[in-house]
C-alpha cells in the first residue's frame, strides 16, 4: 500500500520560510517522479515544482528563486523548501508521486498523492 505523508506546514509571516517534507512509504521510491502542487482557497489545484527520479527539477514560474525541491532517496522523502513566502503562498500543498517522469509539470499523469498539509502566510 502507497502512502505519501506530508508535514512541515503551518503558519508564517511574509517574508519567512518553511521546510515541507513527504516521507513515501509502499513504493520504490528511487524510480518515482515527484512533484508538489497546491490548492489555494476557492482555486483549483496547481502546479508547484517537480523532481525526477535522475534529479532533474522543474518550477512553476511563480516559486523560481523562492522555492527548491529535493529529494533524499534513502530516505524516501522529497522535501520543499519554500523562501521569501508571500500571503497568495496561502494553500494547502501536496505531494505525488508518478512512474512517468517526462511529464512531471501534468497533475493528471501523477499516480499516487498524499493528504496535503496546511501553509498559511499572513500578512
Known amino acids: 500500500q502507497v502512502q505519501l505523508v506530508e508535514s512541515g506546514g503551518g503558519l508564517v509571516q511574509a517574508g519567512g520560510s518553511l521546510r515541507l517534507s513527504c516521507a513515501a512509504s509502499?513504493?520504490?521510491?528511487?524510480?518515482?517522479?515527484m512533484g508538489w502542487f497546491r490548492r489555494a482557497p476557492g482555486k483549483e489545484r496547481e502546479f508547484v515544482a517537480a523532481?525526477?527520479?535522475?534529479?532533474?527539477?522543474y518550477y512553476a514560474d511563480f516559486v523560481k528563486g523562492r522555492f527548491t525541491i529535493s529529494r533524499d532517496n534513502a530516505k524516501a522523502t522529497v522535501y520543499l523548501q519554500m523562501n521569501s513566502l508571500k500571503p497568495e503562498d496561502t494553500a494547502v500543498y501536496y505531494c505525488?508521486?508518478?512512474?512517468?517522469?517526462?511529464?512531471?509539470?501534468?497533475?493528471?499523469?501523477?499516480?499516487?498523492w498524499g493528504q496535503g498539509t496546511q501553509v498559511t502566510v499572513s500578512s
Open positions: 509502499g513504493l520504490i521510491f528511487r524510480g518515482y517522479g
Open positions: 523532481i525526477s527520479w535522475s534529479g532533474t527539477t
Open positions: 505525488a508521486a508518478t512512474l512517468r517522469n517526462g511529464v512531471l509539470v501534468v497533475e493528471l499523469n501523477y499516480d499516487y
